[in-house]
């Protein structure tokens, strides 16, 4: 019998990567108005090489992109900067379509819900604050929590933990096959990948069930209740 839930955040819940992108580009044509002489295709570039350096999740790009090019902060270019992309963000930060319903429907079925992120944990409960989420999930796991990224079990075991259901009897959403499906599969989760936000071009899941709506979750909690229960 199903009786939790763990879902990835990024790409998942929330299209971040179109969140980002918007965010990112008011940013940039922000501070090219506030006095950053360079196109917005070279500002593009500096920043992409930042975040492949620092990761996506780096809070001060806008500072490293000023620095790297002034050897010093502009704060009349950085705040314009930020500005611009908090309420770009802001705007662009929406559940994908039918998360709101069907997180919904499984509070109602008496399921409990949790988040596996490798997002900071700040920012992940920020996400899930602006968005009003923060009443359905009561546990948020991080790095910050276990001192593990996914695919490691650690995140998985402790979300598992901080609900008090075995593995078995967990569903993991996530849509970074290598991550999310390997991971919760590694611990005995049954998986589920979230196929709407995958932008890696997944072909080869190794999923238990693939989605192509949030909505289908519903589908594979009832179908897994009506299998024999799972070693």
């Not at 090019?69 to 705007?91: C, H, N, T």
């Not at 989760?189 to 989605?211: K, L, Q, W």
Request: charged letters at 25%.
């Amino acid at each position: 019998m199903i009786k939790g839930v763990i879902f990835d955040l990024d790409n998942t819940l929330v299209d971040f990567m179109k969140m980002k992108r918007e965010a990112i580009n008011a940013a940039i044509h922000s501070m090219i108005d506030a006095g950053l002489r360079l196109s917005p295709e070279e500002v593009q570039e500096r920043i992409d090489t930042i975040y492949k350096e620092k990761g996506i999740e780096f809070q001060n790009v806008f500072d490293q992109l000023l620095y790297d090019v002034f050897q010093k902060v502009d704060y009349k270019i950085l705040s314009a900067g930020i500005i611009a992309y908090r309420r770009a963000r802001e705007a662009a930060l929406v559940p994908y379509p039918h998360v709101n319903i069907t997180l919904v429907e499984l509070v109602k079925r008496g399921l409990k819900l949790a988040v596996v992120s490798d997002a900071p944990s700040r920012e992940a409960w920020l996400r899930l604050c602006y968005l009003n989420f923060h009443h359905i999930f009561d546990y948020v796991v991080t790095f910050e929590d276990t001192g593990e990224r996914k695919p490691k079990p650690g995140p998985f075991r402790k979300a598992l933990e901080l609900l008090s259901i075995h593995p078995h009897e967990a569903v993991m959403v996530g849509d970074w096959a290598e991550r999310d499906m390997v991971g919760a599969a590694a611990v005995g989760m049954i998986t589920v990948f979230a196929r709407y936000g995958d932008t890696f071009g997944t072909v080869e899941t190794n999923a238990n069930y693939e989605i192509n709506d949030i909505s289908e979750l519903l589908a594979v909690i009832d179908n897994e209740n009506q299998l024999p229960r799972r070693a």
